[in-house]
């Protein structure tokens, strides 16, 4: 696996079972953090307002829903906002868009972990979390295929273990992880 | 999901731009890749060498990749919060001082938000007297529009968010079976006027009170995005309002003494005199 000095983007997606993971991970991010983190999670398309302020709570990096065409700037998350996929543009801005749901996902983490590798190459590193679908899956391979990171939650250690074993099962990942070991290593990057 | 590079996406815009004259340079690139990659699986077309060949030699083809490659609003009643203001303030605040105003509803593709408005009306009966105005890229896209199919999940998204907009009632009222799907009831259409897209004509009139411009800059670099802002705003008269999608912004495009913000949570402005 690459060092982490390299690295120059984070991208984490998550479904059932990965919000308490999120909320504890965001809280021993390094304030200052020198790389952008982008986070797709599947939520309820309805809920727009209280998402972004609940994970700001304890966060040591902003968290923000981005706008249409945001430049991306170091040290804040940016929250895939409900029911848009996000997607990264090659010239570092964030792209939102209503397109069908892929995988039954608005955002989906396919899109947005594909993007994200297409604009960083081997730059990226990628994290999946615990989820019910199979979103992610070729995400996670197009970050691999593109020289990037991956690191995956322990299907034993899932609450919901499917996201992560279909990820898994098309891609070998740089590592796997138990939530302790994910949580120790954001907090060193 | 991004098979096709930047390179080849820009080598299908050139040959566009070339034999057709339409220019796509100005669609956010992420979102034309990933149209792309729709397009050759859906149109069974190996890869973006044959599908150039189709462009280069069959003028019908490249009308229906114009339908295909548009991106249109994913279900009706999308943000109820913005459908609900549109009914219970904005409409009546411009019902109060315009008699017959029109809405237009610029660049449709899949006609969501021009049913959503079209329900809309129609459950306010004789109250909102407006005219209604849809402009279409093509013919295909203002037949699929009148044709009014859609997917089960896009009904299903639709009915979710219909029954926010409105709990008492149902939107399968405006919906009808054919051959097992769901189509849009086209006798509520009839009233609609659509116009077919030119570089040439204006989209506003003086009778234009609303332009709903939802999510359609979405797709747009932001070079395209300022110059489709600065022709709807200079097009609309004094007060004439705008709305986009909410997480779309016109700020700093360098237009600010053209309008001023109604809401800013549901991207609703008003156009200003310009000094």
Request: proline content about 5%.
């Amino acid at each position: 696996m690459q060092k982490s000095v390299k690295t120059k983007a984070l991208v984490i997606g998550g479904s059932a079972g990965s919000f308490q993971v999120l909320v504890r991970m965001l809280e021993l991010f390094r304030p200052g953090l020198p790389i952008p983190v982008f986070l797709c999670l599947h939520r309820l398309k309805q809920v727009r307002s209280g998402f972004e302020e609940t994970l700001n709570y304890n966060a040591s990096l902003p968290v923000r829903e981005p706008f249409d065409k945001e430049k991306i700037g170091r040290g804040i998350v940016y929250l895939a906002p409900a029911n848009y996929h996000m997607l990264i543009e090659k010239e570092f801005s964030i792209a939102l868009s209503t397109e069908d749901p892929v995988n039954h996902s608005r955002p989906s983490i396919d899109l947005c972990f594909g993007s994200a590798a297409d604009a960083y190459g081997p730059a990226l590193l990628a994290i999946l979390l615990s989820g019910a679908n199979q979103d992610g899956t070729m995400g996670v391979a197009s970050v691999k295929s593109r020289g990037g990171a991956v690191m995956i939650q322990d299907p034993d250690d899932c609450e919901i273990s499917t996201m992560c074993e279909s990820a898994i099962k098309l891609t070998k990942p740089d590592r796997i992880l138990t939530v302790p070991e994910i949580i120790e290593f954001v907090s060193l990057l | 999901m991004f098979s096709i590079t930047p390179r080849e996406a820009s080598s299908v815009i050139r040959v566009i731009k070339s034999t057709y004259g339409t220019d796509l340079s100005g669609f956010t690139m992420a979102s034309f890749r990933l149209r792309l990659s729709h397009i050759l699986k859906s149109h069974a077309i190996r890869d973006t060498r044959v599908l150039v060949g189709k462009l280069l030699e069959d003028k019908d083809y490249y009308e229906t990749f114009v339908r295909d490659i548009s991106i249109g609003s994913p279900d009706l009643f999308r943000d109820p919060d913005f459908w609900i203001h549109l009914r219970d303030r904005l409409l009546p605040d411009i019902l109060k001082s315009r008699l017959y105003p029109e809405i237009v509803v610029p660049e449709c593709v899949t006609g969501d938000e021009l049913y959503s408005l079209v329900v809309l009306l129609q459950e306010a009966g004789n109250d909102f007297r407006v005219d209604l105005v849809a402009t279409c890229r093509n013919k295909l896209i203002m037949d699929r529009i009148l044709d009014g199919k859609l997917s089960n999940l896009r009904y299903k998204n639709s009915r979710d968010n219909y029954r926010v907009f409105n709990p008492g009632s149902s939107i399968e009222d405006y919906f009808e079976l054919r051959n097992g799907t769901r189509h849009f009831r086209t006798d509520l259409l009839q009233g609609v006027e659509f116009r077919l897209q030119s570089p040439d004509q204006t989209e506003c009139s003086d009778k234009t009170a609303l332009v709903l411009y939802r999510n359609r800059m979405l797709y747009m670099n932001p070079e395209l995005q300022s110059t489709r802002l600065r022709q709807l705003l200079q097009e609309m008269k004094e007060g004439t309002c705008l709305v986009t999608g909410i997480r779309e912004t016109i700020e700093g495009f360098g237009l600010d003494h053209l309008y001023t913000v109604v809401s800013p949570d549901l991207k609703i402005y008003a156009k200003i005199r310009e000094n």
